[in-house]
């Protein structure tokens, strides 16, 4: 097998597993190479040579596949290293109380060992039941490796000539009682403006779902819907290149916070913040079964499983106004969307010994 992914869409009971059965995934050079593709795409926060967007081919499609025979892709463990968060916020917060930006997104990445018996389907399927509301995806090539998310964040989604994408930004943990302050009200209104923008651009016209509060695990978020009419499915690889990264991943202006992301995080995100999913595919999935249906994700709570080793990544949109204890805070809620995966796995692991 060249390749696997397996996935359960936010709200849903059935998991789907899509098999390449021979070959290498298809690798592309930039997002606008995704039109007239059909397959699971696995595309990276910038593609390079090391990190490319590969499609999976779907060779085989099952809904409710027994996954254990199921052999994972693991890398080797590796030596990257996070600098020091505080010296990083300093250097992303005074461009942005000079004015240089609007924001930027800062990342960080930990590592957690990784048991022998630590099976990444059994990760899988434990996430499917804590996250009902996410998209839960297990992908693994030997290109890319083995990654896991739960992510809540929609970056295009379609079936026919309905197509819909979202702004999800401003971040605080659940509770039944939510207060956005000023800053995460901000930050959404960055995002969801930068949307319409780029639709607009295109000559696409959409109608926006005014902010609502969301949960996803123990977090809440600001969320605003657009939808709109797309005929030809020539034009995603359009739509994903104007979309992605959105100022939720990186920030604005957004071509030179992309540029000045990867020249100062001092970790590889790779996977991590691109986005994963079928991509003009029958899922066979009962509501869109013998159509192609797309459901393209943000690659957020998630990690790389390795060999010896799991690594866990996160980030958060800073303004001029972020504080660095809360935004430290912040991602270390959102490292416990996979980090409680792992530990409870581990902890059953050891009691069953």
């Keep these: 097998m060249a390749g696997f992914a397996l996935f359960r869409l936010p709200y849903q009971q059935h998991t789907v597993l899509v098999e390449q059965l021979s070959g290498s995934p298809e690798e592309c050079g930039d997002y606008a190479e995704l039109s007239g593709k059909s397959g699971f795409v696995v595309a990276p926060f910038s593609p390079s040579r090391a990190n490319p967007i590969l499609i999976i081919r779907p060779d085989r499609v099952v809904v409710d596949a027994d996954t254990d025979r199921l052999c994972c892709s693991t890398k080797d463990n590796d030596n990257k290293s996070s600098a020091d968060y505080h010296t990083l916020f300093d250097t992303f917060h005074s461009k942005l109380t000079n004015g240089e930006f609007q924001k930027l997104v800062l990342s960080r990445s930990i590592t957690i060992d990784r048991q022998r018996n630590t099976s990444p389907t059994k990760l899988f399927n434990d996430a499917c039941h804590r996250y009902p509301r996410m998209m839960i995806m297990l992908v693994s090539t030997p290109r890319c490796g083995t990654w896991l998310a739960a992510t809540p964040e929609t970056l295009l989604a379609g079936c026919g000539r309905q197509w819909q994408t979202m702004a999800l930004a401003g971040t605080q943990q659940y509770k039944q009682q939510i207060c956005w302050d000023d800053k995460n009200i901000e930050e959404q209104h960055l995002v969801a403006t930068y949307i319409q923008q780029q639709l607009q651009a295109l000559g696409i016209v959409s109608s926006e779902i005014e902010p609502r509060t969301i949960r996803a695990g123990n ?23 104007a979309l992605h990264p959105t100022p939720a991943v990186c920030g604005l202006p957004k071509q030179k916070a992309y540029e000045f992301i990867l020249s100062h995080e001092q970790h590889d995100r790779s996977y991590y913040s691109g986005f994963m999913g079928p991509l003009l595919m029958d899922t066979m999935l009962p509501e869109t079964a013998g159509r192609q249906a797309t459901h393209l994700f943000v690659t957020l709570r998630c990690m790389e499983i390795k060999q ?46």
Excluded: P
Aim: proline fraction near 0%; hydrophobic fraction near 30%; charged fraction near 25%.
């Design 219 to 241: 977090l809440a978020h600001l969320r605003s819907d657009f939808t709109f009419g797309m005929d030809d499915a020539t034009q995603i690889g359009q739509v994903l290149s």
């Design 308 to 353: 010896h080793c799991c690594r866990l990544y996160a980030g958060g949109g800073l303004l001029k106004d972020s504080c660095e204890q809360q935004e430290w805070q912040e991602t270390e809620a959102k490292l416990d969307t996979m980090r409680m995966l792992i530990t409870e796995h581990q902890k059953h692991n050891h009691n069953n010994v």
